[in-house]
């Protein structure tokens, strides 16, 4: 592999001067860059990146960590995040706990230790962190959430007006007993999505029972689990609202071995609008999240951050539409 010493010796010039017409930081005569140039073109030199980042004091590398990803919706942020740093001239490391709270506590010091210009920090899992840093030592951007206070820019989706607008549409198709099956609701997501659930009902002067309402995780056995004690109830529901696409493709899969037809039996409205959504059968109803908007806004901010760091913290929120398809049926009176 060629090196800088070896362009400086065939083109009869220091070692300097090359170095200074790579990185074009000094004026160098156009003859004798000419020269350099053309022994640049004849070895292919391929500059050192790490040598440049030692200078540069930047790696043009991200880092995100992201403690779960068998959730699709995880999987289409972690692409549009990819798409928009390779947009812009920067590699990302992508980082995956497994829901470890061991793991997620040595991956983030590895992603400091990799020397990344800064971090993308998307937390799908609620762990109890007794020593989660309150400060960085690099830029951060939160995606969603994140399990302690942390100082850094972040970016929410109105989980609230989501779960209202899903509920609310369940209703107006005639649905008075719908069960919501969400995360743990120890997660602020959770939380604010359980309360536009709440908040939809008691605008339409439902009650609000306890029995369908079903605390587990965001993935597909939550959804499956969920329908499957639902069923067992004096009186089961005839809609639900999953707090997540997951969820409702578990719940479409327990309807499937009980012989139920969506929406002929059971209307089921999803959240976050992912690919499969689209795909399966009958085509889910559920609340798109503008997955791409994130990724793009959050590598936009972390970016910005690592330009300014005095800059003042920001927060945005983004709002959910509802998506309707053919999994939600209008319910006919018994």
């Known amino acids: 592999m060629a090196t800088m010493k070896d362009i400086a010796r065939l083109a009869n010039v220091s070692t300097s ?71 812009q001239n920067y590699n990302l490391i992508l980082s995956n706990t497994e829901g470890s709270p061991q793991h997620l506590q040595h ?64 209703i107006h198709h005639q649905h008075k007993r719908i069960a919501i099956v969400n995360g743990d609701l120890r997660k602020p997501i959770a939380q604010n999505r359980l ?14 029972d306890e029995t369908l309402i079903f605390e587990g995780k965001f993935d597909f056995q939550t959804g499956f689990d969920a329908l499957e004690r639902l069923l067992k109830t004096d009186c089961p529901p005839s809609a639900i609202f999953a707090c997540c696409d997951a969820i409702a493709l578990g719940i479409y899969q327990a ?3 009980h012989n139920l037809i969506i929406p002929r039996h059971l209307s089921v409205i999803g959240y976050d609008d992912t690919i499969l959504s689209q795909y399966i059968a009958p085509p889910l109803s559920t609340i798109h999240q503008p997955k791409t908007e994130l990724g793009k806004l959050a590598v936009q901010t972390l970016l910005e951050r690592i330009k300014n760091p005095q800059k003042t913290y920001r927060t945005f929120v983004l709002d959910p539409v509802l998506v309707e398809r053919e999994s939600v049926a209008t319910r006919k009176e018994s």
């Open 107 to 170: 991956n983030l010091q590895m992603l400091i230790n990799k020397q990344v210009d800064g971090l993308l920090l998307m937390c799908s899992e609620t762990h109890t962190q007794d020593n989660m840093p309150i400060n960085l030592p690099i830029p951060a951007v939160i995606m969603d959430w994140w399990p302690s206070e942390l100082t850094a820019d972040k970016i929410f989706e109105n989980s609230e007006l989501g779960a209202y607008l899903a509920t609310k549409h369940l």
């Open 17 to 87: 001067t090359v170095s200074h017409v790579i990185n074009n930081d000094r004026f160098v005569s156009e003859k004798i860059r000419e020269k350099v140039m053309a022994v640049v073109k004849e070895l292919n030199y391929q500059p050192s990146g790490l040598a440049r980042s030692f200078k540069t004091k930047e790696t043009k590398t991200i880092g995100m960590l992201v403690t779960a990803s068998d959730n699709p919706f995880f999987a289409e942020v972690v692409h549009a995040v990819e798409r928009y740093c390779c947009q």
């Open 255 to 257: 309807a499937w071995r």
């Open 195 to 208: 309360i536009g659930y709440k908040k939809a009902l008691t605008e339409a002067n439902l009650p609000i």
